[in-house]
């Protein structure tokens, strides 16, 4: 039994996963894109597509979205501008190098624009009230790759989908 729990040991220190200290409620994250390299057992994430955005029972499925680079300039264009205004689950930009701007507004695309930005990551959520809720994590840096997201970030936007958190409002 104790080679059993050693080999288990092993395996996951080997896999490379990040753990995450998020210690809130469970969570279930539908991901546009490539999978974050973290480990928590109180979130899962789903591979899904940018057709669920747009599914009337999203909001039974996922407690929020993580769109990561694959995915920036096809879901910039102007045909999701509406549906970002529609939805109610909690949408976030992993390592994105553009702001929330370019993914709500019809006039421009992600890999067309040059706007400075403020975060690492950000995110939005439609309030029932028709108001927005905005959310930025980190320092900017370069790299789109969601595994170059630091862990703390992480439990940052597991924190703020679970508990409604507004880390700056807009």
Known sequence: MLKYITFLLALFLLCGCTNSSYDGENLHIGVIGSLPDIHNPN????ITDASALEDENKDDRYDAFFITCEHFQHLSSPSW???????ETPV?????NQPLTVFHEEEFLYNNEDFPVNAHTTGFVNTDS???????FGEPVS?????DTPPDIFDDI???ISEGDDHSSG
């Open 43 to 46: 979130v899962q994430f789903s």
């Open 81 to 87: 501008a509406n549906v970002y205004d529609q939805i």
């Open 92 to 96: 976030f930009f992993i390592n994105a």
């Open 130 to 136: 028709e108001q927005q809720i905005t959310w930025a």
């Open 143 to 147: 790299s789109e790759n969601v595994d």
């Open 158 to 160: 597991f924190a703020a």
